[in-house]
């Protein structure tokens, strides 16, 4: 079954940093993987899909990148402003071949001071 | 832009009560999905609809139906609230199965 993780859990760092998110996936049979903002109380707001044949995927200042044989993927955010804080998540699409549905992690939440 | 709205923000039911949370999408998208949010526990798919009156279980439908008549339109009920069934409820829809999905703004449902 396939497992999605997303460590740190939380962060926080101030205005103006470039930043990374992690997201490790245990079964590289994917089909596609996507990154999501959450902010507090709402909805999922979708940010990046990243297709299994590809390596990265850029809007803005977010560039999210995939390696499949590793199961990772990472957010890439680029001068972090106040108005970054929320959680973000990733999910993984499995094959066709290889179950059925969006997995997501656990998220991370975080906070850019100003 | 896909839109996807969600008939209620917030609310409050009692133990018993059939509960009816709805979802429309205005991008005439295929599939449709109901997830539940819990502290702790992540997002989890309860039920998705692939086309008008098709249906396939999630990972946790126990306790939950729903009812696709029309493509725009996703319903998900329960049929006699718990209080377990408390949570944030999120729909989305995409256009394919494995597709970029979209999200509405949530129903925080509270069962007394």
């Known amino acids: 079954k396939q497992e999605v993780t997303q460590i740190p859990a939380a962060l926080s760092v101030p205005e103006g940093e470039n930043l990374v998110l992690n997201c490790s996936f245990t079964d590289s049979a994917i089909y596609n993987l996507q990154w999501f903002r959450q902010d507090p109380g709402k909805g999922l707001t979708s940010l990046l899909l990243?297709?299994?044949?590809?390596r990265e995927q850029t809007s803005g200042r977010l560039n999210a990148s995939l390696d499949k044989s590793s199961g990772r993927s990472t957010l890439y955010i680029a001068a972090s402003q106040p108005g970054d804080s929320a959680t973000y998540l990733c999910a993984v699409n499995p094959r066709e071949d290889a179950g059925n549905m969006l997995t997501f992690g656990g998220g991370t939440r975080l906070m850019v001071k100003p | 832009d896909v839109k996807v709205t969600q008939s209620s923000r917030y609310l409050v039911k009692r133990t018993g009560e059939k509960v009816f949370l709805e979802c429309v999408q205005d991008m005439d998208h295929e599939n449709m999905f109901w997830y539940r949010q819990d502290p702790g526990l992540g997002l989890r798919l309860i039920y998705f609809s692939y086309d008008v009156k098709m249906k396939e279980k999630g990972d946790i439908p126990e306790g939950y139906s729903v009812s696709r008549e029309k493509k725009e339109r996703f319903s998900l009920i329960l049929e006699s609230a718990s209080t377990n069934q408390t949570s944030m409820y999120l729909c989305?829809?995409?256009?394919?199965?494995?597709?970029?999905?979209?999200f509405g703004p949530g129903t925080r449902l509270t069962v007394l």
């Open positions: 990243i297709q299994s044949s590809q």
């Open positions: 989305a829809s995409s256009f394919l199965v494995r597709g970029e999905q979209f």
